[in-house]
């Protein structure tokens, strides 16, 4: 059927409104006349916003102006005003939910709080959750997104080509201007003799919206001490909240004040962060929004999982690699882990650092240091298309 005008919808984290991009392409693909609106968070906004395949970007302002029930039911209002002829909702919370149900939609599709979906045309349950048993959740979410559109719509073309993020030209501007001090500053600090080489840049995301989710930051140091080492710089990234976590993990190392140690942790936007990325050569990084930002913009990266579920949020780029110990209760998807002594963050624990260091070495050989944005964009693999290397320990 033809649709002039969707209205598609996530608004929660920054991984999660990523992991939509190729659904977003998908449906460019197969509704190439249709106007096709975003919605998400007003935070979020610049991560999307200059997407190719869609139309126009629209916000909800969930901590300000849009919070509250009556607030949602005047937003929902607006949205009923504007007629789509489809809703697709990408994200299974109760906003999102509650927003699909009662938009006036002709079609109102996709996943649902339980009762909302009464009011769906049609309701799929998103088998990537963490609440999804275990023998189910064996596809990544990019895949269950794209398998529901083709169920729901009957879509005849897949156009997956992983996650994409073009930076907003004042944020690409700004990372320029940053990436260059950082340089110069450098420079001052610590002349290149004649011929030498400029470092490569490993990224540093050692923060994560949970602590299960987050390598010991002991071993970080170690790792960030031995690249500048081994002549590599290193930058720590991050939002405000991840600032004491990179504050303490910079007290363990010796090389915290080499001119090769940067820190833009609280520092700067989602947007500048992404173009700061892509100036890199390699991340080291936890299950974060930052590591999908990174795959975004075509930085290798190694990451280690703890409590995440593997096959459904791995970052989505076959030329990365992830690390993870067999734990029985591995994925908990728990946000602090319940157990005490040697076994309390054993599943992080048991990551040593020798076997990160040794696929960081891997990696930055095979790329041969160079900047992400100098990089040719990795062919999707034929079997798991963007499926990451996983490595168990």
Known sequence: MPYKSILVINTMHIGDLLLITPALRTLRAN????????????????????NPCIDECLTIDKHGADKGLFALWRFICRLRARHFDLVINL???????????FCGARERIGYAQPGFGHFYTKCYPNLAMADTPKELATKHQVTVHLEMLQKALGLTTIDDRGLEMKIP???????ARLWQKMLDETAAAAPMSSGEQPRPVIAFNIGASWATKRWIDTYFAQCADQLIGEGCAVAFFGGPTDV??????????????????????????LAVLAGLLSHCA??????????????????????????????????????????????????????????????????MKHIPVAEVMKYV?????????????????ENADEKGRHACRIVEL
């Open 31 to 50: 509704y190439p006349q249709a106007r096709i609106t975003l919605l998400t968070d007003k935070t979020l906004a610049d991560l999307v916003r200059e």
């Open 91 to 101: 994200h299974r919370n109760e906003r999102c939910s509650a927003i699909t149900a």
């Open 169 to 175: 030209a004042e944020a690409e501007t700004e990372a």
């Open 244 to 269: 004491p976590i990179v504050d303490a993990c910079l007290a363990q190392m010796r090389e915290k004040n080499s001119p090769h140690c940067h820190i833009f942790t609280g520092k700067v936007t």
């Open 282 to 347: 390699l991340m080291l990084t936890t299950d974060s929004g930052p590591m999908h930002i990174g795959v975004s913009q075509n930085l290798p990266l190694v990451t280690m999982f703890g409590a995440s579920p593997v096959p459904t949020f791995y970052p989505y780029d076959a030329r990365d690699v992830l690390l993870k110990t067999p734990e029985p209760c591995h994925p908990c998807g728990i946000h602090d882990c319940p157990k005490s002594g040697e076994d309390h963050m054993a599943c």
């Open 361 to 377: 070495h891997e990696l930055l050989e095979t790329y041969g240091g160079k900047a992400a944005r100098e990089l040719p964009r």
